[in-house]
């Protein structure tokens, strides 16, 4: 079945340094792909999207782009804050799959001043 | 627009008893969702409702589990009795179109924590 692969954490950054998550999935269909963002003490919220293979979702300075052909979807940011502290889920839903949005098991971002 | 809410936050139940978790979705909201995440791993899919009706419940683990939507609008999750694997966070998401494109829009989650 489909399924969704991340880096583990927790990731620790000083303030400005770039960040990387990597996120690969296994989809039978042409998937959408999301991140997701978790802050401490609240819900999951979208962070950005792409819906087909090349697409670049972008967000309060976060970007991912759809890799089809290694099959990725890695959140990159060139200077983090403080404030971007929080775990990051990377997701897909699958039209094959009946759109069920499936989830990596997030990955927990600290950043330090 | 108010978000999706669930009750409670947190809930603390010994091994046995029944627990229910409730969602309300965001307003005109068709699909609702269940998801649970347990110790830290992925966020696992239960069930997705469309109105009242289940459209995908093939993720609900066992029958101690039961979801409903009375009249379309809140849900309900049961657990009974509960098990100590069942402890995790549920978290329950709405979105207004059923495709692979529409964001979920999520709830704070419910903690249970079942001893």
């Known amino acids: 079945g489909d399924s969704v692969t991340q880096m583990e954490g927790p990731v620790t950054l000083s303030e400005e340094a770039f960040l990387t998550i990597n996120c690969t999935y296994t989809a039978t269909g042409y998937p959408s792909l999301f991140w997701y963002v978790q802050y401490p003490g609240e819900g999951l919220q979208l962070l950005l999207k792409?819906?087909?293979?090349?697409d670049k979702g972008s967000n309060k300075g976060f970007e991912a782009t759809y890799r089809k052909e290694t099959t990725s979807f890695h959140l990159e940011k060139g200077s983090v804050q403080v404030s971007d502290s929080a775990v990051y889920f990377c997701?897909?839903?699958?039209?094959?799959?009946?759109?069920?949005?499936?989830f990596g098991a997030g990955t927990r971002l600290f950043v330090k001043a | 627009e108010a978000g999706v809410t669930q009750f409670p936050s947190h809930s603390v139940i010994e091994k046995g008893q029944t627990v229910t978790l409730r969602c309300d979705p965001i307003s005109g909201h068709d699909n609702l969702y269940w998801y649970r995440r347990v110790m830290g791993k992925e966020i696992k899919f239960l069930l997705h409702f469309v109105k009242e009706s289940k459209q995908d419940e093939s993720g609900m683990p066992n029958n101690r589990f039961l979801a409903e939507r009375t009249g379309g609008t809140y849900s309900t999750l049961k657990v009974q009795p509960a098990e100590l694997e069942d402890s995790g966070v549920y978290f329950c998401a709405s979105s207004q179109v059923y495709s692979g494109n529409s964001p979920l829009h999520f709830g704070n989650g419910t903690r249970l924590t079942v001893t």
């Open positions: 792409a819906t087909k293979a090349d």
């Open positions: 997701a897909l839903s699958d039209p094959t799959g009946g759109f069920k949005t499936i």
